[in-house]
């Protein structure tokens, strides 16, 4: 799936298993753990294939059942 060139620079995005992967959804954050991604191996850039943005999506809405809960540190940076 992964092998392509990077849309942002002339590296190859490579697939990558990582611990734990945080996405924004409207005004929440899902964390996937251990998922496949793709990582360009020249700037970095972060690929997501649609299973793992339908994961993300029903866990948001409620459709699919969170593993767990866990707390997030918020503060300002000034």
């Known amino acids: 799936m992964y092998g392509y060139k990077c849309e942002y620079c002339e590296g190859t995005v490579r697939e990558k298993i990582v611990k734990k992967e945080a996405f ?4 929440q954050f899902v964390i996937l753990e251990d998922v496949t991604i793709g990582v360009c191996d020249g700037c970095g850039n972060r690929y997501y294939s649609a299973d793992v943005l339908h994961a993300v999506q029903e866990i948001a809405t409620g459709e699919k059942a969170p593993e767990r809960f866990e707390e997030v540190r918020v503060g300002h940076a000034a």
């Open 24 to 27: 924004k959804h409207k005004s």
